[in-house]
């Protein structure tokens, strides 16, 4: 089976929250995938964290490891740019680009964002 993951849920799941165990309990048996600029994201995450000190940079470069370790299959979205820009006024281009990979997949979102579940009831899994 297929599952999206959002940088939300794959952060927690790097630094092993609370949330992030119940996102990565949600995971096995799971081919994943993650729109191209899921990096970015997590970067950025992981980043902000490290610089409000909530983190150490130890931490952070371990978690830039697990992050490749975990396999996500991350997927050019040009083509779907179309559909991205559909949910202009639902969500962010930056989230509507995981909305519509699931969608296209057929498969569901998991996300650690309840806003972003809430707008697609369709397809976004909160664990």
């Not at 997590?42 to 697990?66: C, H, K, N, Y």
């Amino acid at each position: 089976m297929t599952l999206v993951v959002d940088a939300s849920a794959v952060a927690e799941i790097l630094f092993g929250t609370e949330a992030g165990r119940r996102a990565a309990a949600l995971l096995d048996g799971h081919e994943l995938l993650a729109p191209q600029h899921l990096t970015v994201e997590v970067a950025s995450v992981i980043r902000g964290w490290s610089l409000s000190r909530q983190i150490t940079d130890e931490q952070a470069l371990r978690a830039f490891g697990e992050f490749d370790a975990l396999g996500v299959e991350q997927v050019p979205m040009m083509s779907m740019l179309p559909a991205v820009h559909a949910l202009r006024h639902n969500v962010s281009a930056y989230d509507a680009m995981y909305v519509v990979l699931a969608r296209a997949a057929q498969c569901s979102l998991l996300t650690l964002d309840a806003r972003l579940a809430a707008s697609v009831p369709d397809c976004a899994l909160l664990p």
